[in-house]
């Protein structure tokens, strides 16, 4: 920077005496045109050297400029977080809402949403998300095409000052309500032979059945209990699972695994089952409850699963007793309200008997 100050002062001198002296000078004065061209040329050097120092300082000042850029965009701390629901969620509603946060450097978010079981691949802009925000939310739902049944896989890339960043998660969606009724099987005992068409309608909807259930049970039933379907196969009772929204009452009975076996004679047949209905049910859950020492059992009201799981019986049994509990398993005993339970009603004319549990 000095030299180039001491260049243009030198040019500043020079260049008035030069066209003064040009003035007055003799041109057929060989001295004098020598004196003139070595001028020149010192000031061609002089003029070279400014525009070489002056080519370096931009180029020194282009990196400072340079360097400061990217010190700034370091010092940025650019980021996007996934802040509900956690990673794996298992969701039964829609639609439902995907929440994060991001840094507020960040001006646009692009969601993706992938479902390979079911060729989903969904990629959509934010549109109320701008810069300076610092919250997003995306909604999912079966008829967006961004949500199907099984394991979704949500991506959010965010395009950022300090570079783009990126969050994904994992949703897993299980139609219907949130309780997965666990082999609830139905038992129909006619005055005589009958020809019945059954079918359940749990909220959710059925997701197995046996025999399959297609648009309904079309049965032949016998007073003993047996059960004929449309192939001429023998069933002891229809089986069907599925999903609804029932729900459990928060007073139950503690019991110690070593005392299920007889906890379950005593209840169910206060309840209203027979010896072999409850022999039954014992072959089947009592292989489920085999995790902790004690459980926390509870039995659903039947009213509360009349309400949200259905079952349309023609012709309409005039008995009907439906069993279902839920239970939490426990590694020590606390404090609980024991749960009363309404004795199962007397067994008249055309009778129906079901009984299943909540599936974890």
């Not at 001028?39 to 990196?63: C, G, R």
């Not at 509603?93 to 929440?99: A, G, H, K, Q, S």
């Not at 059992?297 to 509360?304: A, G, H, L």
């Amino acid at each position: 920077m000095v030299q180039r100050r001491l260049y243009i002062g030198i040019l500043t001198i020079i260049l008035p005496l030069l066209i003064l002296t040009g003035c007055s000078i003799n041109f057929n004065n060989d001295d004098q045109s020598e004196k003139i061209t070595q001028l020149e040329q010192q000031i061609n050097e002089l003029q070279k050297k400014i525009d070489e120092q002056q080519a370096s300082t931009s180029k020194k000042d282009e990196s400072t400029d340079n360097e400061n850029v990217e010190n700034d965009t370091e010092n940025v701390t650019s980021s996007i977080q996934i802040t509900d629901p956690k990673d794996g969620a298992i969701i039964y509603e829609e639609p439902f809402y995907i929440t994060g946060e991001t840094s507020a450097d960040c001006s646009k978010i692009v969601a993706t949403a992938k479902n390979e079981e079911y060729k989903i691949n969904n990629v959509y802009t934010l549109q109320n998300y701008k810069y300076g925000d610092t919250t997003f939310k995306y909604g999912i739902k079966h008829d967006w095409n961004n949500l199907d049944v099984g394991k979704n896989i949500y991506s959010f890339a965010a395009t950022c000052d300090g570079g783009n960043r990126a969050a994904s998660i994992q949703i897993y969606f299980e139609a219907g309500g949130g309780v997965e009724m666990g082999k609830p099987v139905i038992y129909l005992y006619p005055e005589q032979e009958q020809e019945v068409f059954v079918l359940p309608e749990p909220e959710g909807g059925v997701t197995i059945s046996q025999p399959a259930l297609n648009n309904g049970w079309n049965i032949t039933a016998y007073p003993n209990g047996d059960i004929i379907d449309q192939a001429g196969i023998k069933w002891p009772y229809l089986f069907w699972e599925g999903y609804s929204d029932i729900t459990t009452p928060e007073e139950g009975f503690l019991v110690d695994h070593s005392e299920l076996n007889s906890f379950f004679d005593e209840k169910l047949a206060f309840l209203g089952l027979i010896p072999n209905e409850i022999k039954d049910f014992k072959e089947y859950w009592l292989k489920q409850l085999n995790e902790e020492k004690y459980y926390l059992i509870s039995f659903i009201p039947q009213s509360e699963i009349d309400e949200h799981a259905p079952i349309l019986v023609e012709p309409k049994p005039d008995t009907v007793i439906r069993v279902f509990f839920d239970y939490k398993t426990l590694d020590a005993p606390f404090g609980y309200s024991e749960q009363i339970l309404e004795k199962g009603p007397e067994r008249n004319g055309f009778t129906m008997i079901e009984w299943g549990g909540r599936l974890y």
